[in-house]
């Protein structure tokens, strides 16, 4: 069996895709210093696939912890690096903090894996960030769409660490990269074993919408009606979070079995939701009623940004297509799973 290296394992996108690796037949070693997560995650994890993942407790910054992990486990043939620090606004105010811990351990992974591992295939966890907010006529997005500058450090680190690893890939002859772009990863695992752990009042959409829902926020914002949208509210590209877990597997495998020095994809399901639309389908699918109320525009927010996911869908053999209504099932079964 081939063993693959999860930073950042516990996280939310990582838990799940320890899960798929899994379940496809491959070797799992997750690393975490639950900066963002909890050991209880493993636990999750073990439910759902009957078996603890090999884990470390390692900081990927911490170059000499981290080189424990490829002495202990030397037969390591690609990594997935999730490892990383995620909040926009956090990051404007912390650019240092961001800098520091984003691409230290990107740094770091990529000087492990083209000196110890058995092999050097990173795949990257990106984001759609590094697209800015697109022209009218260059949506939906393709991987050819030009990047915009970032509008945070978060979104930069993003940026700079593709730089990083292509500088890589042209200088190491054994390292191949895959970045993957995430449109907006959304639900859980249909299990609630594992889903998403917000710290303290959630940024992003459907982790607020599930806590008003349960009763533990009063109300939920709807930032901006005025947008130049059908309903003026922002429309975003919602990707179910296990659908995005088994794109990972699928990027993993092309890696593995072609050797592609260096490959980008875009991942999303190809059609935008508005924020209404959202609400009313999170209504719908699970009857349960949302207090919201208009508020003013976020600062910094897109006004709409969705994939073009053709080069996934063909290249990889995959595609996002969990209908939404299931999906928001999902994400509010695990808000209950939580009380
Ligand atoms: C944000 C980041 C993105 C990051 C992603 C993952 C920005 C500009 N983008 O994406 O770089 O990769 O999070 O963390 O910050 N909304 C509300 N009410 C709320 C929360 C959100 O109306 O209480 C709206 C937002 O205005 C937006 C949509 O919901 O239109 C989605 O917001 P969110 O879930 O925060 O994701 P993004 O802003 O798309």
């Not at 912390?94 to 295939?121: C, F, H, Q, W």
């Not at 054994?174 to 995430?182: D, S």
């Not at 949302?290 to 600062?299: P, S, V, W």
Request: glycine letters at 8%.
């Amino acid at each position: 069996m081939k063993r693959v290296l999860l930073t950042g394992a516990t996280g939310y996108i990582g838990s799940h895709v320890a899960v798929e690796l899994t379940m496809a037949g491959y070797d799992v070693i997750g690393v975490d210093n639950f900066s963002n997560s909890t050991p209880k995650v493993l636990g999750g994890i073990e439910k759902i696939i009957g078996k603890r993942i090999d884990f470390m407790e390692v900081d990927c910054t911490d170059y000499a912890a981290f080189e424990k992990v490829f002495e202990k486990y030397p037969d390591i043939e690609a990594a997935i690096h999730f490892a990383a620090y995620k909040a926009v606004g956090e990051s404007v105010a912390k650019p240092v903090m961001y800098y520091r811990n984003n691409l230290d351990s990107l740094v770091n992974l990529i000087e492990l894996m083209t000196l110890k591992g058995k092999g050097a295939n990173i795949v990257f966890s990106s984001s759609a960030t590094v697209y800015g907010q697109p022209a009218d006529d260059e949506l939906p997005i393709r991987e050819s769409t030009p990047l915009q500058p970032a509008t945070s450090p978060y979104g930069r680190t993003k940026q700079i660490a593709e730089e990083i690893l292509q500088d890589c890939v042209k200088a190491y002859p054994n390292l191949n990269a895959t970045a993957l772009r995430y449109f907006n990863p959304i639900g859980a695992h249909p299990t609630a074993h594992i889903g998403e752990l917000p710290n303290g009042v959630p940024n992003n959409l459907v982790p607020f919408i599930t806590q008003t829902a349960a009763g533990i926020r009063e109300c939920l914002s709807v930032f901006g009606n005025d947008y130049n949208t059908p309903d003026g509210s922002c429309i975003r590209d919602y990707i179910y979070v296990v659908d995005l877990a088994k794109a990972h597997v699928k990027a993993v495998e092309k890696m593995l079995r072609e050797g592609i020095r260096w490959n980008v994809f875009n991942l999303g399901t190809g059609k935008g939701l508005s924020v209404l639309e959202l609400v009313n389908a999170f209504i719908k699918a699970t009857g349960v009623q949302l207090n919201y109320k208009i508020a003013g525009r976020r600062q910094g927010d897109v006004e709409q940004c969705w994939a073009d996911p053709a080069k996934a869908n063909r290249e990889l053999g995959w595609s996002a297509d969990t209908p939404i209504e299931e999906v928001l099932l999902s994400a509010w079964r695990w808000q209950e799973s939580l009380k």
